[in-house]
């Protein structure tokens, strides 16, 4: 088993920066890919971004990229998203996930691949 715990979100107008950290306990973190999804009320949950077990890959969904980074410090077992220019679009409870992963390089970008989750942090944009 995996524990999860988000922190870090908040109320922020549009255009302020938000650093979400998950923290991981129960098992060998580096060899967990992580994600991070987010869930706008009414609307499905959707893959925002996401980093490989090694750290060397990332990936974002478009509607973050250029804006968001994901970064991991396996030392620390935990996840971090830096999130900057943030829109009122950004509004939702965010979520981290983790799934083992025997490819070090790999990432994941459906809520599917991932079988363990925090309990969401909400993040409040507003205009």
């Known amino acids: 088993q995996v524990q999860l715990v988000e922190s870090g979100g908040g109320l922020v107008q549009a255009g302020g920066s938000l650093r979400l950290s998950c923290a991981a306990s129960g098992r060998t973190f580096s060899n967990y890919a992580m994600g991070w999804f987010r869930q706008a009320p009414g609307k499905e949950r959707e893959f925002v971004s996401a980093i490989s077990s090694s750290g060397g890959t990332t990936a974002y969904a478009d509607s973050v990229k250029g804006r968001f980074t994901i970064s991991r410090d396996n030392a620390k077992n935990t996840v971090y998203l830096q999130m900057n220019s943030l829109k009122p679009e950004d509004t939702a409870v965010y979520y981290c996930?983790?799934?083992?992963?025997?490819?070090?390089?790999?990432?994941?970008?459906?809520?599917?691949?991932?079988?363990?989750w925090g309990q969401g942090t909400q993040v409040t944009v507003s205009s």
């Open positions: 996930a983790a799934q083992w992963s025997s490819y070090a390089d790999s990432t994941y970008d459906h809520r599917s691949r991932y079988d363990y």
